[in-house]
């Protein structure tokens, strides 16, 4: 008899932990990345540093907010690197000719939005599945980077630069930008319908449809939304590096999914939040910065990735199997 109630009682402690970590996993890691990485470095919780590493992560959380939306909705973009370096230097070549900065960010998040529009295009129109889409996407959007700059950067951009090394009351713009699109993210997902039909459709497409949502407008929504995004984070990225590199962005789609995959969002559609993403964001940040005082080999760093994201992929499923028992 007392064993069996000793057997009830570690069921029931194990549910509960696995219930803790299903709803607050992302910030108990997060909180063991802080202190670890405070043991690790006396470095790592300066100030300056903190700075840097929000800094560091920005273009690519900009871009996993985009990101977040496509995968709850059940769909993924493997483009987003290579629209991002397409809108970034026909920025900068505006920038150029110009010499307006804000025209030549209007022009970058067009830019991202057009290639977005284009995805949601196929995708809703021809039933493309959002993999073989984005996959061509970002094959052709280098491509146009290389065409459009004959594989040479773009120099000379000006006062655009201040967009990714200027400071606003001592916070560096690209933070203010990418806590601004955090907002924008947020209210998107869960102040407006647009965001509700969003996990609807990630949740179950055919139950979403029944219910009166139009799905094929709401997934084009979010393909533009998310080039816009994208694009503006090319911009930043360009101006970050004071000029138009045609080989930027490369791997920057991976870096997001992850982010978002980490952070909670389920790659099967229907889960996530914008604020998961952000502790995501902050993770990989954190792993990056460390890494890099840790004067640790950038091959290393590489293989950690991709460990990383087998490990978000595994939690996802755990996590879907306890929340289909509780």
Excluded: H
Aim: net charge positive; proline share 3%; with cysteine.
């Amino acid at each position: 008899m007392s064993d069996n109630v000793s057997k009830g009682k570690d069921r029931s402690v194990s549910r509960i932990a696995k219930e803790i970590y299903s709803k607050y996993g992302i910030l108990i890691i997060l909180v063991i990345m802080l202190v670890g990485s405070t043991l690790l470095t006396p470095v790592f919780l300066t100030q300056r540093n903190l700075i840097n590493v929000m800094r560091q992560m920005s273009v690519i959380f900009i871009i996993a907010c985009g990101t977040t939306m496509v995968i709850i909705s059940g769909m993924i973009d493997l483009s987003s690197g290579s629209v991002a370096a397409l809108s970034g230097v026909v920025a900068t070549g505006m920038m150029v000719a110009t010499k307006s900065a804000p025209l030549a960010v209007a022009v970058g998040i067009i830019v991202g939005g057009l290639c977005g529009a284009v995805n949601g295009a196929f995708i809703t129109t021809f039933k493309l599945p959002p993999f073989i889409m984005t996959l061509a996407m970002m094959i052709s959007a280098r491509g146009l980077v290389l065409l459009y700059t004959g594989g040479i950067p773009i120099s000379g951009i000006g006062n655009l630069n201040v967009l990714g090394q200027g400071f606003i009351l001592g916070v560096p713009i690209p933070i203010i930008i990418m806590m601004i699109i955090f907002g924008i993210t947020w209210v998107l997902l869960n102040r407006m319908k647009f965001g509700r039909y969003i996990y609807a459709i990630g949740g179950n497409e055919e139950a979403a449809i029944a219910s009166g949502v139009s799905v094929k407008r709401v997934k084009a929504m979010t393909w533009i939304i998310n080039g816009m995004f994208v694009g503006l984070a090319g911009v930043i990225l360009m101006a970050r590096i004071n000029s138009g590199q045609p080989a930027a962005g490369q791997m920057y789609e991976l870096d997001a999914i992850t982010t978002v995959v980490l952070g909670g969002t389920s790659l099967s559609g229907g889960i996530g939040t914008i604020q998961g993403t952000l502790a995501g964001a902050m993770i990989i940040g954190i792993l990056n910065n460390v890494l890099n005082l840790l004067n640790v080999s950038p091959y290393y760093q590489q293989i950690l990735k991709g460990a990383i994201i087998v490990t978000a992929v595994i939690l996802d499923i755990k996590t879907k199997e306890i929340r289909a028992k509780s």
